[in-house]
């Protein structure tokens, strides 16, 4: 389905030249070039022919919290700026913050330090609006716990917790099933092993409300964060550790759409995003390609995504799987994750961005996938038959 999405007056940076390429650092709305596959191709080698020892792949798998308890320790509230573009990206959250909205819950899984729930709850403008933001890093939500805002929110209230979404058959504390109104889980699902997406899922769906929406945004198939893996560093196929020890899976448009649905995106579900220009490549320590290989951090809250202006799903399922390598999908996904389809899809897009190093002529090409599912209400599946596959 094709969802016409709030617009805002932005200026957008088409490439029709590609001569023009180097004229400024950031172009908007750029499949990936005939030879992609080529560059492609030579990184996965390298990544496969060194992954991470098998004796060790227990020990970042095991405790996953430990490693971003760490990461929070050294980084605070500094490493991510706040995401105040979900405004743009997700209008539901518009929708949800107006002041006649009424009672509405909003449950933020993985919130980190509150860089998006402090923006939310800053312009927010609904008394009767709550805001739940879990993670299962303590670290991170006693950063949120701490912040100013938390103990004297403007209008609404907020409340934080530990909490792991992989948890079995256990909602969030404050939490009962079919509470919420929206869940927000950006750059949450890439965190996961891919064994954990059943549980992961199935709490999703227990705690909306029938009809509630859940909106992702997550890392991409071949994003430039991928392809600068060195060796050492690949867990599995997509799967990596960060040199922070943190792990992160690169999605294709299908496994999203099978991990929610249980079944493959249409043509006419999938989309090509256009999106606002960013800062200078050869400027930023994160998008430069001369940093430490070794340390891919989540660089999309490095920029600022603006809404959807143009919607082309011809383009999505023809264009880039044409000069890419064949979509391999997880094999956890190949059966579904549930006993019958749990969301459909209302949403769900490919956000692609070339960034340009002026000074060192090169390109860089960024990946996001983003979708909103919903909560489907005539089927109630045995949740506790849902997991892992």
């Excluded at 509405?104 to 998006?116: D, H, L, P, V």
């Amino acid at each position: 389905m094709l969802v016409a999405l709030v617009t805002a007056q932005r200026r957008h940076r088409f490439l029709t030249e590609d001569a023009d390429v180097w004229t400024q650092n950031a172009w908007d709305h750029v499949p990936p070039p005939d030879d992609q596959a080529a560059t492609i191709a030579p990184a996965l080698q390298r990544q496969r022919l060194a992954p991470v020892p098998d004796e060790e792949k227990e020990k970042y798998n095991s405790k996953p919290a430990k490693y971003w308890d760490n990461f929070y320790k050294t980084n605070a509230d500094n490493f991510f700026r706040d995401r105040k573009w979900l405004h743009l990206e997700f209008p539901d959250l518009v929708a949800a913050a107006e002041p006649e909205a009424g009672e509405i819950t909003i449950c933020e899984i993985g919130c980190g330090a509150g860089n998006a729930a402090f923006p939310l709850l800053s312009a927010n403008k609904n008394p009767q609006l709550t805001i739940r933001a879990y993670d299962y890093s303590s670290h991170a939500v006693k950063l949120v716990q701490n912040n100013p805002l938390y103990s004297n929110p403007p209008i609404g209230s907020i409340h934080s917790a530990v909490w792991d979404i992989t948890s079995e058959n256990t909602l969030p504390p404050g939490v009962a099933s079919a509470t919420v109104d929206i869940v927000l889980c950006v750059f949450v699902l890439s965190a996961l092993h891919p064994d954990e997406w059943g549980k992961a899922i199935a709490n999703i769906h227990r705690m909306l409300k029938p009809d509630g929406v859940v909106l992702v945004r997550d890392y991409g198939r071949y994003d430039l964060t991928q392809l600068r893996f060195k060796s050492g560093r690949m867990l599995d196929e997509n799967f990596y550790i960060r040199g922070d020890k943190t792990r992160v899976y690169f999605f294709e448009l299908d496994e999203l759409a099978l991990m929610f649905t249980g079944g493959r995106a249409s043509s006419s579900d999938k989309t090509i995003r256009t999106t606002e220009e960013v800062t200078d490549a050869e400027e930023d320590p994160e998008t430069s390609v001369s940093s430490p290989p070794s340390h891919t951090p989540p660089l999309s809250d490095a920029v600022s995504p603006a809404p959807v202006s143009q919607l082309s799903a011809d383009q999505s399922a023809e264009g880039p799987a044409a000069v890419t390598p064949l979509a391999v999908i997880h094999p956890n996904l190949l059966a579904p994750l549930s006993s019958c389809p749990l969301f459909t899809i209302e949403q769900l897009g490919v956000d692609r961005r070339l960034l340009v190093n002026r000074k060192r002529q090169l390109k860089m090409y960024r990946v996001w996938m983003q979708g909103k599912f919903r909560k489907l209400t005539s089927i109630q599946p045995d949740m506790e038959s849902s997991g892992t596959t």
